[in-house]
């Protein structure tokens, strides 16, 4: 059965610091990852898709890497803004023909200006 | 991407009612999914809405606790039945795009008393 861990469960950090939020999957047999953010009792915005054959994704401030053997992703944002204060989720699917998401435990970020 | 509303964005029920929640997309789509996050955790997938049929349960969920309709491509809704305390948690439609990505809807935050 997939579990999806995220570490740290919560991070508060000054504003302009660079940081990274990471995933880990125990199958490594997954199609794709997203990672997600969610604001306090609000939906989920997607920020980054990484297929199962990309190695990494990018998008403004937001680098994220996937490492399938090692069962690994991490989510890299450059130069923290109080508007960054989220919860981030990644969650991952499994093999080609499913797209049911098995979400990680996340990460509540908390950049202090 | 795609744009989905949910109704209504909360609502605050008493023990032993239902409640119906409306999902719609602004395009149709083939994969549309419902999500339930209860407080303080990660979100679970309840079931797979599939058009034209009954929708696929997942470990946990009943049909008889969450009746989910799928009439068209664009629009779904979730029953949550015979509410209890537990019930209580942000109810999220999803749908599947492009390369496999998923969007979501802004959430319906249910309380029961």
């Known amino acids: 059965k997939q579990e999806v861990t995220q570490i740290p469960a919560a991070l508060s950090v000054p504003e302009g610091e660079n940081l990274v939020l990471n995933c880990s999957f125990t199958?490594?047999?997954?199609?794709?990852l997203q990672w997600f953010r969610q604001d306090p009792g609000k939906g989920l915005t997607s920020l980054l898709l990484?297929?199962?054959?990309?190695r990494e994704q990018t998008s403004g401030r937001l680098n994220a890497s996937l490492d399938k053997s090692s069962g690994r992703s991490t989510l890299y944002i450059a130069a923290s803004q109080p508007g960054d204060s989220a919860t981030y989720l990644c969650?991952?699917?499994?093999?080609?023909?499913?797209?049911?998401?098995?979400f990680g435990t996340g990460t509540r970020l908390k950049v202090l200006a | 991407s795609a744009v989905i509303s949910q109704k209504p964005s909360r609502d605050i029920c008493q023990r032993g009612t239902s409640l119906t929640i409306q999902c719609q997309v602004d395009?149709?789509?083939?994969?549309m999914f419902w999500y339930r996050q209860q407080p303080g955790q990660s979100l679970t997938l309840i079931a797979t809405?599939?058009?034209?049929?009954?929708?696929?349960?997942e470990s946990g969920f009943v049909i008889d606790k969450f009746p989910i309709s799928r009439p068209n491509l664009t629009f779904s809704t979730l029953t949550v039945s015979n509410m209890s305390p537990e019930d209580s948690s942000i109810y999220l439609c999803?749908?599947?795009?492009?390369?496999?990505?998923?969007?979501f809807g802004p959430g319906t935050r249910l309380t029961v008393l």
């Open positions: 999803s749908v599947v795009l492009g390369p496999i990505e998923q969007f």
């Open positions: 199958d490594s047999a997954i199609y794709n």
């Open positions: 990484i297929q199962s054959s990309q």
């Open positions: 969650a991952v699917s499994r093999t080609s023909g499913t797209y049911k998401y098995i």
């Open positions: 395009s149709q789509v083939t994969m």
């Open positions: 809405a599939n058009q034209g049929s009954e929708a696929t349960y």
